[in-house]
């Protein structure tokens, strides 16, 4: 798989205030790779920075410092008609399916605007590309053109949405939190579209989400944010079935199951104070030591799995040689 | 086991111009003393507007027929001033969305005051704010959280805060509106066991919990009961529903959830094809009947509302292919 995104160091610091004023550093310093027909799950709860990441890649939001390198050009200073034309590549689909639509205007017309300002030259085949894009998100336009966006369920503008980007060239779909709003019955088709169209259209999927299992249902890889912060990254089975950053862990266990009730446990909600330049789960990690004071790096524990946690590497040097003790 | 709250037949409809909607259409449940009775359903199914309907009918929603009795009393059709002294002492409510419709030009402590004197004349403001921050302090909240105003607390805190409010005059029946929708799962997590301890402390005896999460209700309720459109569609025990579900509604909801170590390569899931109907318009028969893949007797699941029955001991369904057990039974 060859990479299609490189994300190289990227920090977003909001600052907030008039005059004077505080920053607040929402993502700091990360790095992944997008390869090209990948989902890649990017979890973490809220606060995490995860919807940051996000904007940052398609640009609603400027980056601080960091690079983001889009089939070997950096997008991050990219402007006008460039900009344009990487919006062909790049697209992304947000929570609220109502929000995206004009409650006044029928939903043909995202399909209209996409043909005023990207297709033009594909105007006489409007309806035909509409209708196969349509088909092919598994909506049939018969119920769909003409209507008015209070006429769909959630569902139905969701997949509206996603077959609108069918009809650029997108190679980077951006969900972030597509399903969140859904019901259950309806969440887990457009799931498996997500699936469909990595397997079919070769499309990458950066699919941003709160809920765990949803992460484990239909990613290649899963990335773990906490408070800005890659935590823990690797391929989904690994990251979820042997979690090694204490973090990973608490979501596991928090994480509502049919079939496993939750363990009574300490409630844990304390929050105190992390110490300048630390690890940012310092003050809630049951395992914190001296050495976390200063924050540990994203390191390769295993073979595509890395952690940022020093007590995660101790662990899994512990659990080698234990490993060998039962060989001998 | 003791009744705490009776529902029969109960209807509930909204008044629009179009006509009526028929939100929550003959339902009939019970909840025991000290219970967690959990309700489940996808949105428009009637659930929120079960919920609220319990507390305060307010327009444009109305009364359409049944009954509720609490505690051996008839509560649905109350006049306002009786209602308004049952409500937080004896019934009380988290709604949905709760934790941010709190005044934010209000500190929390005046927030808290205003809201118990309202119900309670005779509290003194000392005891309410010292009942307040005895509460606070069982949940992890400090003291000073009274001096505060809610855009300065996080959600779980002021999920929280408003948990501690709903309950501090010690309701017989508390009803949780998809208070952990909106939460990280850790809070979600906090906030059920929250609900546990204060059930433990008989702060509340019984707690109706509304969601859409039925992994949230396996965690927390004795007893599930699953709506879809404006009817009960089953009833039993959590882990008979959740292991063990009979109503074809039921058992593809379930398998539509995705749980952990099911991945979409290995094992597709699919959802349930379709869509709820019109409620201002229902079908006259079952109202799955349109997405139903079973449908027993086609032309009685058409035409006739199948009625809820006990169909084995604490399980009620109601679907037509489970009617005959019940005959036998009878």
Known sequence: ?328 | MARLLDVKEYKVYYQTLKGQIRAVDGVNFFVNADEVFGVAGESGCGKSTLGNSLIYLKAPMRYAGGNVILDGMEISRLPDEIMKKMRFEKISIIPQFAMDAMSPTKKIKNIVVDLVREHDKKMSEKDIIDLAIKRFKMVGLSENVMNMYSIELSGGMKQRVVMVISTLLNPRLLIADEITSALDVSSQKFSVEMLDEFKEKKFVSSVIFITHDISVLYQIADRIMIMYAGHVVEIGNTEDIVSKPLHPYTKLLISSLPKMGVQFSQNRLTGIPGYPPNLLNPPTGCRFYDRCPLRIDPQKCKNEIPPLVEYMPGRYIACWAYTKGNDKNG
């Open chain 1, 1 to 328: 798989m060859d990479e299609l995104v490189k994300v190289q160091n990227l920090t977003k610091i909001f600052k907030s205030g008039l005059v004077g004023g505080y920053f607040t550093t929402a993502v700091d310093d990360v790095s992944f790779d997008i390869h090209r027909s990948e989902i890649i799950s990017l979890v973490g709860e809220s606060g995490s920075g995860k919807t940051t990441v996000g904007r940052l890649i398609l640009r609603l939001l400027k980056l601080s410092t960091g690079k983001i390198i889009y089939e070997g050009v950096d997008i991050s200073t990219l402007k006008g008609r460039k900009l344009r034309d990487y919006y062909k590549y790049v697209q992304g689909v947000f929570q609220d399916p109502f929000a995206s639509f004009n409650p006044i205007f029928k939903v043909d017309r995202v399909f209209d605007l996409l043909f005023d300002s990207y297709l033009k030259d594909k105007t006489d085949k409007k309806h035909e590309l509409i209708v196969e894009s349509l088909e092919k998100v598994g909506l049939n336009s018969l119920d769909i053109l003409g209507k008015y966006p209070h006429q769909m369920s959630g569902g139905q503008l969701q997949r509206i949405l996603i077959a609108r980007t069918l009809l650029l060239d997108t190679k980077l779909l951006i969900a972030d939190e597509l399903i969140s709003m859904l019901d259950a019955s309806t969440r887990v088709d457009v799931l498996n579209l997500l699936g469909d169209l990595r397997d079919k259209e070769k499309m990458s999927v950066l699919f941003i989400t709160h809920d765990l299992s949803l992460g484990y249902y239909i990613s290649d890889t899963t990335m773990i944010m906490y408070r800005g912060n890659i935590v823990e990254f690797g391929k989904t089975k690994l990251v979820f079935d042997n979690p090694l950053h204490p973090y990973t862990r608490m979501l596991l266990s928090a994480v509502p199951e049919i079939g496993r009730k939750w363990k009574k446990s300490e409630l844990e909600m304390k929050r105190g104070e992390i110490p300048a330049g630390g690890c940012p789960y310092f003050d809630r990690c049951p395992l914190a030591m001296d050495v976390c004071r200063k924050k540990p790096n994203l390191k390769e524990l295993e073979k595509d799995h890395k952690v940022a946690c020093y007590a995660a590497e101790v662990m899994t040097g512990d659990s080698i040689q234990i490993g060998k003790g039962h060989n001998n």
